[in-house]
């Protein structure tokens, strides 16, 4: 632990009027163990930690300062603060705010935050999720310091940090919290537009797609994604589509009808990538009406899109 490190918890504790309890799961009881030394040094800056001792066994090291907080990771660096935060609220929990309205009823839930002692962000955005696991007992989160355990972050495929994980979900960089509790909580049909366009416009069409193959229907409203007058919320919902047509194309059928109805009424730019669209899931039965609109639009990159989404088709009809 380093001097600054070690000033910081002295001044600390000094608001400290009862003993905060937690474990530490470690691979052996020696200081030659960094998570057993951890607590150690934590013990010889103040009487107020009552800290217990257990051997990990096969599982991963931590502190685990509840039943449903581990840290996977060495509070040093930027993670001493919000572990300093955290047990705080071991003594005074958080209140709830509005980012967090509907945890407190959420079934059994697992988030996983990969971080790391030099991340200038990691900081804030673990700040903010913390307050999650003392709103609901059932919401258990990791947070794994990707240096110390980089096989885990190959696993998760992490190149980056801050990184949360959620199912099939992973949000990176400038994490904003409501959006992670509005994926939690709601069916995706109900997520708020502001969260499916940032997932798409972030490069996350993957993500999405998995989420809707899953369900076996289109989520609520993804016409108007595909239409989207952002350039890369639309790119990033042309991504999804492709990826669904590469799995179940019966599926990716079913946006057919809708595209067809939007592209009258879309301008040059989204027309195009909406014909782009009908060269991904149409059919045969799209061939007549496909060629049908190239006698009726008339400009040269709608022409083009249009006979790329013909011969898409029948390549794959052929």
């Known amino acids: ?18 003993a905060i309890s937690f474990k530490i799961i470690c691979s052996q009881k020696h200081l030659d163990d960094p ?91 673990l700040q903010k999720l913390l307050p999650i696991v003392w709103l609901n007992s059932d919401i258990h989160l990791k947070i794994m310091d990707v240096g110390l355990f980089p096989k885990q972050a190959e696993m998760h495929g992490i190149q980056s940090v801050p990184a949360v994980i959620y199912k099939n979900f992973q949000w990176t960089g ?36 998995k989420i809707i193959l899953e369900k076996g229907t289109f989520i609520e409203n993804f016409d ?28 990716a059928q079913n946006l057919c009808d809708k595209i067809w109805q939007m592209i009258p009424k879309a301008n040059l730019q989204v027309q195009g990538d909406l014909i782009y669209l009908m060269g991904i899931c149409g059919t045969v039965d799209h061939i007549t009406p496909l060629k049908q609109l190239k006698t009726k639009l008339t400009d040269d990159d709608i022409q083009d899109a249009i006979n790329e989404a013909l011969e898409t088709i029948q390549e794959r009809v052929t």
């Open 35 to 125: 998570f057993y030394a951890f607590g150690k040094s934590l013990e010889s800056q103040s009487s107020y930690f009552d800290i217990h001792y257990q051997d990990a066994g096969k599982d991963l090291p931590e502190i685990k300062l509840t039943d449903n907080l581990h840290f996977h990771a060495l509070p040093e660096g930027t993670e001493l603060e919000p572990f300093l935060s955290a047990m705080n609220y071991i003594v005074k929990p958080p209140v709830l705010s509005p980012d967090f309205t509907g945890i407190d009823t959420l079934p059994p839930t697992h988030l996983l935050m990969f971080v790391s002692p030099h991340c200038p962000h990691c900081p804030s955005t």
């Open 1 to 18: 632990m380093t001097p600054n490190a070690i000033n910081r918890i002295k001044e600390w504790q000094k608001q400290l009027t009862q």
């Open 174 to 209: 400038s994490i904003q919290i409501a959006e992670i509790v509005d994926v939690i909580i709601n069916d995706p049909d109900q997520w708020e537009p502001e969260t499916l366009q940032r997932m798409l416009s972030e490069g996350k069409a993957d993500q999405l797609a």
């Open 224 to 251: 108007q994604l595909i239409a989207h007058e952002l350039l890369s919320v639309r790119l990033g919902a042309m991504v999804c589509v492709e990826y669904i047509a590469d799995e179940n194309f019966s599926l």
